[in-house]
T-cell receptor
Framework: AQSVTQLGSHVSVSEGALVLLRCNYS??????LFWYVQYPNQGLQLLLK??????LVKGINGFEAEFKKSETSFHLTKPSAHMSDAAEYFCAVSDHRGGFQKLVFGTGTRLLVSP | EPEVTQTPSHQVTQMGQEVILRCVPI?????FYWYRQILGQKVEFLVS????????KSEIFDDQFSVERPDGSNFTLKIRSTKLEDSAMYFCASSPITGGSETQYFGPGTRLLVL
């Protein structure tokens, strides 16, 4: 069965510092992986996704993630944090074995950015 | 940019009462989903809906739950007799097509509190 583990329910960084949010997955089929962000009082917004091809995926707002099959990881990074990056981040893997897609999410990581 | 909307944003109800959560998916989307997140836990898939019928449901989606597309725009989740453990954030999502790599577009959620 598909599953996702996000290490760290909270990550704190200073503005300008590197952001690293960890995600490990388990999948019985080649995985499709997603990162969503949730800003306060808003819905889940897609940051980026990996389907096939290039393992380094670039998303919105300067975020990127690298798919590493050998490590079953899909960590999210951003070279320099901005105050506006403070939000909750969710990693998800697609379960589409039945023909219809459902997303299997991790527990989320709240990113705190201090001045 | 088109977005998924949900109403109400917050709902408080008494145990045993019926609640209806409403969603307006993006207009040209054909696949609809409900997810929920109990406080501090993972976002969990509840149900997917296509062509006016349920395509897949999780074990959480028991007989107390039902979904409906009563008209061309709304997509509703009904809980017939709410329990304390139904307290959660409920997210609606939609996608134009389905398949493992498709992006699901999420609404801002309805926070349900059952007293």
């Amino acid at each position: 069965a598909q599953s996702v583990t996000q290490l760290g329910s909270h990550v704190s960084v200073s503005e300008g510092a590197l952001v690293l949010l960890r995600c490990n997955y388990s999948s019985s089929v080649p995985p499709y992986l997603f990162w969503y962000v949730q800003y306060p009082n808003q819905g889940l917004q897609l940051l980026l996704k990996y389907t096939t091809g290039a393992t380094l995926v670039k998303g919105i707002n300067g975020f990127e993630a690298e798919f590493k099959k050998s490590e079953t990881s899909f960590h999210l990074t951003k070279p320099s944090a901005h105050m506006s990056d403070a939000a909750e981040y969710f990693c998800a893997v697609s379960d589409h074995r039945g023909g219809f897609q459902k997303l299997v999410f991790g527990t989320g990581t709240r990113l705190l950015v201090s001045p | 940019e088109p977005e998924v909307t949900q109403t109400p944003s917050h709902q408080v109800t008494q145990m045993g009462q019926e609640v209806i959560l409403r969603c307006v998916p993006i207009s040209n989307h054909l696949y609809f989903y409900w997810y929920r997140q109990i406080l501090g836990q993972k976002v969990e898939f509840l149900v997917s809906f296509y062509n006016n019928e349920i395509s897949e449901k999780s074990e959480i989606f028991d007989d107390q739950f039902s979904v409906e597309r009563p008209d061309g725009s709304n997509f509703t989740l009904k809980i017939r007799s709410t329990k304390l453990e139904d307290s959660a954030m409920y997210f609606c999502a939609s996608s134009p097509i389905t398949g493992g790599s498709e992006t699901q577009y999420f609404g801002p959620g309805t926070r349900l509190l059952v007293l």
